[in-house]
């Protein structure tokens, strides 16, 4: 007789939690995540190829607001951001910006234990999702998901999900079999933001975007903002130094020297977190959805 695998979790009080209701419960929570849950798929692929954007002259600075619809909670692409991504070279340097994330992810000590398979197409899904969100020509995330396995993957303590959207992927990321026993299940907290945010936006400086086009540069740092709050709501507060962590190559030493592990983010309480912050930006209680510029784009690069 096979074994029956039970797709529950036991949580702190000691009854079942089925994942597949988490997935559905966290989609709930968020506008942005029921929103995408209703988007018609098809499967027209794409492909990209990398291209060099130091060759290319910077672009002049120029503030575009981050767009709010739905009840004020989902982000809304416009003209303008759609040309931000024209302006940096579309889907091709998005994912490369992306796939150098992922090698940094890969070896960080952090984040490397939510991902369950290295093998994945992280990079490419994620600036897929990146591009259409911000307006990019054609509906490049909506078809590779429609393309993605309907195969559940097997998570920690033998539990089963279909990984098809970003609801699912971060439920299977916070119950990957990579995760100690006593943490699977248990969703980001602000450390772990700070970590993914540095991390991201150390691979945008190194991919060229911040130079090539600081106009995209400021956008994206508030659309990070605004996503990441899903996951922690306290995290918007960090986008911005973690932006510039990446900007001193001696923190890039320390940390590597480190065995890639950020110890000066590791364990903080919010408080101690809070301290590390400019007052300009620890008590801004409207960034990032500013409607002009607050400061000029150097004063936090």
């Not at 600036?127 to 998570?155: E, N």
């Amino acid at each position: 007789m096979s074994k029956k695998i039970d797709n529950r979790k036991t949580n702190m009080s000691g009854s079942k939690t089925n994942v597949a209701d988490e997935v559905e419960k966290f989609k709930s929570s968020d506008e942005d995540l029921t929103k995408e849950s209703t988007i018609l798929l098809s499967k027209d692929g794409y492909e990209v190829a990398f291209e060099d954007l130091h060759t290319k002259t910077p672009r002049p600075f120029r503030f575009v607001p981050l767009r709010m619809g739905g009840n004020g909670r989902t982000h809304v692409a416009t003209d303008a951001s759609a040309a931000l991504v024209e302006e940096v070279g579309s889907l091709p340097v998005l994912q490369n910006m992306t796939e150098r994330f992922y090698e940094k992810a890969f070896k960080d000590a952090t984040l490397d234990k939510f991902i369950r398979s290295r093998s994945d197409p992280h990079g490419k899904r994620f600036a897929a999702f990146i591009h259409q969100k911000l307006g990019g020509p054609g509906r490049v995330w909506d078809a590779d998901r429609a393309s993605r396995s309907q195969k559940p993957v097997t998570l920690a303590h033998g539990q089963r999900v279909v990984v098809h959207d970003r609801t699912s992927a971060h439920v299977a990321a916070w119950h990957s079999p990579k995760r100690a026993d006593k943490d699977v299940g248990r969703r980001f907290q602000l450390d772990e933001c700070r970590v993914w945010m540095r991390l991201h936006f150390w691979a945008m400086r190194e991919a060229g975007v911040l130079e090539l086009s600081p106009s995209f540069a400021d956008y994206y740092v508030r659309f990070i903002g605004h996503f990441v709050r899903v996951y922690e709501s306290t995290a918007p507060t960090f986008a911005r130094e973690s932006l510039r962590w990446s900007k001193k190559q001696e923190n890039i030493d320390t940390y590597m020297k480190n065995e890639c592990i950020m110890d000066d983010v590791l364990g903080l309480t919010f408080e101690e977190a809070f301290e590390q912050l400019p007052g300009l930006e620890a008590n801004d209680m409207h960034w990032p959805y500013i409607l002009e510029e607050h400061q000029k784009e150097n004063d936090y690069w």
